[in-house]
């Protein structure tokens, strides 16, 4: 059974980190290229936020007996076979975990130029996450 209580607070902890990615996403992409500091503020949030929404897919797939996902990818891929979130946001959130394997591994450096431009879809995603996430807990 999902316990609704571990599913709160990691919920929190996503729209905290999403939040933080809006707000330090730069307007335009030199900025981003050009600020060690926010490159490391902006990847650790991301890091944070797919690696929450991950944890909350994972927690799903085992306690709902929806399958043992092969990768991050799938974790995803799984809500959405059963109804728990859209294709559209797996898809989304699929992008998302290859951006955090980048970040997390260091896979021939990160390209923040990738990061920047592929984030707006990326926040929206985890956004409508949290939300089908939410839904699935019912009132309270």
């Known amino acids: 059974m999902t316990d609704p209580a571990i599913v709160l607070r990691k919920l929190a902890a996503l729209r905290d980190h999403v939040e933080r990615l ?36 994972m ?17 995803f891929t799984l809500l959405a076979r059963h109804g728990i979130c859209d294709a559209d946001t797996s898809a ?3 992008r998302m975990a290859a951006l955090r394997n980048r970040v997390a591994h260091g896979y021939a450096s990160v390209d923040f130029a990738r990061i920047w431009a592929e984030l707006p879809d990326g926040i929206q995603a985890l956004d409508r996450f949290a939300v ?8 309270g």
């Open 59 to 75: 927690h799903f797939a085992a306690d709902r007996g929806l399958g043992i996902p092969a990768t991050y990818a799938e974790a």
């Open 92 to 94: 989304g959130l699929a």
């Open 22 to 57: 809006r707000r330090r996403r730069p307007a335009v992409a030199t900025d981003l290229q050009n600020d060690l500091d926010l490159q490391d503020a902006l990847a650790m949030s991301l890091l944070v936020a797919v690696q929450t929404a991950l944890d909350i897919a």
């Open 132 to 139: 089908a996430i939410g839904t699935q807990l019912g009132p």
